[in-house]
């Protein structure tokens, strides 16, 4: 009788574990959900959310704020001239060029060939993560049409893809390039493209 009173115990018992692991864990996930909260408004600090969505675009986008340092606008500048192309300033020094190219899934792929093919330019990679590449660009030395002053000025591009749903959306800098510090922003800023719920 002792032996069966034991395995009615230990039947209790795992139920019972079981619930408060999932109560625990719970608790656990809503304090992590409210810091990473935390670290994504630290980490956009200096930036306004940009609603794209009376541009035919629905989505929303992080864009340097006044504060940010680079000569950004007051009030941010959208312009949606044709149907599957945007441009999104936030002045002179931030502009981003978002062209939808529907389900064509290769566009990274024929960038990076296109790119490592250029006989112009030296090109380094700063940084590529999620979509998005950070590179500089620099005359190469042995071209015959370049001054020295050409031969040292180094520009910083910015080249991404981001998949909304079911669109493949190509996001870019102006060709002649930008500063580091505004394409890191930039960066930051693709990074924060997400379709409007």
């Known amino acids: 009788m002792f032996v069966k009173k034991s395995k009615a115990g230990i039947y209790w018992v795992i139920p019972l574990a079981f619930l408060l692991l999932c109560a625990c864990s719970g ?12 670290q994504e408004s630290d980490k956009y600090y200096q ?9 035919d675009f629905m ?6 704020d006044e504060t940010a340092g680079i000569g950004a606008s ?14 999104v300033s936030a002045g002179p020094n931030f502009i981003l060029y978002i062209e939808d190219y529907g389900d064509y899934s290769l566009l990274m792929d024929d960038f990076k060939k ?26 190469k030395k042995n071209t015959s049409r370049q001054t020295i002053e050409e031969s040292k000025h ?4 910015l080249y991404a893809i981001k998949k909304l ?11 002649e390039g930008d500063s580091r ?5 930039m960066e930051k800023s693709v990074a924060s493209l997400k379709i409007k719920k």
């Open 27 to 38: 608790k656990v996930e809503t304090e992590l959900t409210e810091e990473q909260l935390n």
């Open 47 to 55: 930036f306004s959310e940009l609603n794209l969505s009376e541009f």
């Open 59 to 64: 989505a929303t986008i992080k864009v340097p």
């Open 74 to 87: 007051f009030k941010p500048i959208i312009s949606h001239d044709e149907d599957f192309k945007w441009t």
């Open 114 to 139: 296109k790119m490592y093919a250029s006989d112009l330019f030296d090109i380094k990679i700063i940084s590529e993560k999620n979509g998005v590449i950070l590179y500089s660009r620099q005359i």
């Open 154 to 157: 180094i520009t910083f591009h």
């Open 165 to 175: 749903g079911n669109v493949y959306y190509e996001i870019k800098n102006k060709d």
């Open 181 to 185: 510090k505004v394409s890191e922003l």
